[in-house]
């Protein structure tokens, strides 16, 4: 079974760091990997993506205050997230491309973790 765990969410005032983690189990490869987030009332935006090679994008809104890394030998994904701001307040999501154990390709996310940035 597949599964994303991310943790790392907290409270933190505004100027400050939170570094979000994420952990792979059950996916046998992963393609490209990536930090989506929600905030009430709104759609799920895109924030970082990693490829397989490790060629990132970022959201404009976060250039130059967050650093998306992988770790594929141990399938982890970190979000070193500074400068936060209030509108950085979201759930913070990952989304994985791989496959499983079947060789099935799909993907998946996380359960989410909630990340409150106060002014």
């Known amino acids: 079974q597949v599964q994303l765990v991310e943790s790392g969410g907290g409270l933190v005032q505004a100027g400050g760091s939170l570094r979000l983690s994420c952990a792979a189990s059950?996916?046998?490869?992963?393609?490209?990997m990536g930090w989506y987030r929600q905030a009430p009332g709104k759609q799920r935006e895109l924030v970082a993506t990693?490829?397989?090679?490790?060629?990132?994008n970022y959201a404009d809104s976060v250039k130059g205050r967050f650093t998306i890394s992988r770790d594929d030998a141990k399938k982890t994904m970190d979000l070193q997230m500074n400068s936060l701001k209030p509108e950085d307040t979201a759930v913070y999501y990952c989304?994985?491309?791989?496959?499983?154990?079947?060789?099935?390709?799909?993907?998946?996310w996380g359960q989410g973790t909630q990340v409150t940035v106060s002014s």
């Open positions: 059950g996916i046998i490869f992963i393609n490209d």
């Open positions: 989304n994985a491309d791989g496959r499983d154990a079947r060789f099935i390709r799909r993907n998946y």
């Open positions: 990693i490829t397989k090679d490790h060629s990132t």
